[in-house]
């Protein structure tokens, strides 16, 4: 199998010569040949430029009309669905140029060139009320919100340069934007100066009114009005939050103002800011549309990531490995940030294994990469707390673990756990601790709120629930020799 180098070698190669058919197994080369001089051309050079005929790649005159007519399009489809289907070249991660450039497509900051997958519905909405704003002069607000990584910010900034081309698409006066991220504001009213200045053009006025009072006044009359819309991007409005929520009203009721040109968008992780401040513009007469940025699930984690490496020639992930990460973000928090970061550093885990042995083959990152980088982003509080008990106490954990997990069982009594626990240190050959004792650990171990104890006369029938995920205990206890003895499947 080539590597990308040879690859693309082959590729430019073809482009003036025959073509191999190692080129002609990989798509991107086979694109590539494929680019005809002249837009409507791609299926005639297609037909040329199948591996199986001489072609007339590179010789510029590729565009056989005849042929096109010549080739039904059922075997067009065949010969794009053969190429699709080749093998792809193999990543080669030794080779710093494309580590790099994996490295990047997974960088949070890196902004996906292409169209935003994942976030049709959210885009089509907000883009539709831009556009409505736009088409009627008239203003108006908008409230996204969603938890972080969400992809809030990243589809705002996308919808900024819709707007501008589709007003342009149809002959419009493009509006103007600003977007500002209000951590970076000194104080919550330093928006509004923000926001004057851009409508003034960075001009100060030396009024002696303030920023809002002028914004006000502007809005209010015909004369005064600017004449284009302006798109205002408020990022991290959770920062705006003040205890009467003055600013955000003032901000949002910008747009009532008779002559107002603003398309507020404020954009806030927190999802109860709605709640909080929504029935006071309600009130004024000033209700935003709401959008809200659900967590990303786990295919939608695993087709981003997926649509992020799109450019690349080779598979970086083996597909297990992808969809563990997706599971775990997507149960955990559903976001982007996160996963990207998860899928780096497993890159960087497979990238110091290839350093310390090098020696060793090359391959693609996978299962246990991740589950390397997964344990370091996911060391949880609960995890720590596990990790510090002492080692009754964790074996302990092991038993409920065992009773819980493999045994399925939803409750125990503290009687069969006792059992559990002695067949642990049986395994282990550590001496187990009396009933008293190990009933004190237990009491110890539900006030730390690990378990729940039901309440019995008798000791041993007190009810045991588990108040911890009894995945958390075996997560804790991955890769340490004694634990995973603890933790073998017991007899049920
Ligand atoms: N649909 C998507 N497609 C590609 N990348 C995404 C997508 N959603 C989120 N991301 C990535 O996750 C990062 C966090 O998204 P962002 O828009 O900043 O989230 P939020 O503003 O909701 O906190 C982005 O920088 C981007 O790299
Ligand atoms: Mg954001």
């Not at 020696?359 to 589950?371: A, C, R």
Request: glycine residues 4%; charged residues 25%.
């Amino acid at each position: 199998m080539p590597t990308l180098r040879s690859a693309t070698a082959n590729a430019s190669s073809v482009a003036v010569g025959t073509p191999s058919p190692a080129a002609a197994s990989t798509p991107r080369s086979v694109k590539r040949r494929l680019t005809p001089g002249r837009a409507g051309e791609l299926p005639a050079a297609s037909r040329h430029t199948s591996p199986h005929r001489s072609p007339h790649a590179g010789t510029g005159t590729v565009c056989m009309p005849k042929l096109l007519s010549a080739s039904p399009k059922s075997s067009r489809k065949r010969l794009y669905g053969d190429l699709v289907a080749a093998e792809k070249p193999k990543w080669n991660p030794r080779d710093a140029a494309q580590m790099r450039a994996v490295k990047e497509a997974l960088h949070v900051a890196t902004v996906p060139s292409s169209e935003l997958v994942c976030r049709d519905n959210e885009l089509r909405r907000v883009l539709e009320f831009c556009k409505a704003s736009v088409e009627q002069e008239k203003a108006g607000s908008l409230y996204v919100c969603g938890c972080p990584g969400t992809g809030k910010t990243l589809s705002i900034n996308k919808i900024k340069d819709s707007l501008v081309c589709w007003a342009d698409e149809m002959g419009m006066e493009t509006p103007d934007s600003l977007a500002i991220n209000c951590t970076n504001l000194a104080n919550t009213s330093e928006i509004f100066g923000k926001i004057l200045g851009k409508f003034q053009n960075r001009k100060k006025g030396s009024s002696k009114l303030s920023p809002l009072q002028q914004l006000q006044s502007m809005f209010s009359s015909k004369d005064s009005a600017p004449r284009r819309m302006m798109l205002v991007i408020v990022d991290e409005m959770d920062y705006l939050i003040t205890r009467d929520r003055a600013v955000l009203h003032d901000l949002f009721m910008l747009t009532t103002c008779a002559f107002s040109r603003c398309i507020l968008i404020g954009i806030a992780n927190a999802i109860d800011l709605a709640d909080r401040f929504l029935p006071k513009l309600e009130s004024l007469n000033c209700k935003p549309l709401v959008v809200t940025f659900r967590a990303y699930s786990k295919d939608q984690i695993s087709d981003i990531v997926k649509h992020r490496l799109k450019g690349l020639e080779y598979d970086v992930f083996e597909p297990l490995a992808l969809e563990f990460c997706a599971r775990k973000v997507a149960a955990a928090s559903g976001d982007m940030r996160k996963a990207l970061g998860v899928c780096r550093s497993a890159v960087e885990v497979l990238e110091a294994r290839l350093q310390d042995s090098p020696d060793q083959e090359l391959g693609i990152v996978t299962f246990d990469h991740m589950d390397i980088a997964l344990s370091k982003a996911f060391k949880s509080a609960v995890i720590d707390s596990i990790l510090c008990l002492p080692q009754h106490q964790q074996m302990v954990l092991c038993a409920l673990a065992n009773t819980f997990q493999h045994c399925k069982k939803k409750a125990t009594t503290l009687g069969e756990l006792n059992k559990s626990y002695i067949e642990i240190c049986r395994s282990t050959q550590v001496p187990a601790v009396g009933m008293l004792e190990f009933s004190n650990m237990c009491m110890v171990l539900s006030d730390q709120g690990f378990m729940k104890l039901g309440q019995s006369k008798e000791d041993k029938l007190r009810r045991v629930t588990l108040q911890i995920d009894s995945s958390d205990i075996t997560f804790a206890f991955k890769g340490n020799r004694f634990f995973q003895k603890c933790l073998e499947q017991p007899r049920c």
